[in-house]
């Protein structure tokens, strides 16, 4: 069986250089060594809050030779997007690069049914 789990960050570390390279910044190269510092300061309790993280699972979807590939993908494809949680953060995030008032794209966000 295949079981569909979304796991949804209101906020990831990468956040400021995603940010950056839509505006057109260079990306800064990985190194490892800025990884293991970034353990280091989240197991000294020195990483500011990323906010929530949330883990939904969906339905089992069996897998047998007379299954339709394709149909069963699709179908676990839908059920991860509507398993993945959108925070008003997000919401908040999405209006500043389309520009629009937070508080009018949260209120449309809520009028369309979108769980906030």
């Not at 956040?15 to 353990?39: K, N, V």
């Not at 925070?87 to 906030?116: F, N």
């Amino acid at each position: 069986a295949l079981v569909p789990m979304a796991i949804s960050y209101e906020l990831l570390p990468e956040d400021q250089s995603f940010y950056d390279e839509l505006q057109g910044l260079p990306r800064e190269p990985l190194r490892t060594i800025g990884l293991f510092r970034w353990a280091l300061r989240g197991l000294r309790g020195e990483l500011a809050p990323y906010g929530d993280a949330h883990i939904r699972f969906g339905s089992a979807w069996v897998m047998d030779t007379s299954s339709d590939l394709m149909a069963l993908l699709g179908g676990v494809q839908s059920e991860l997007v509507a398993l993945t949680t959108i925070s008003t953060l997000h919401m908040h995030a999405l209006a500043e690069v389309l520009e629009l008032p937070g508080a009018s794209v949260v209120k449309a966000a809520r009028a369309d049914g979108i769980p906030l």
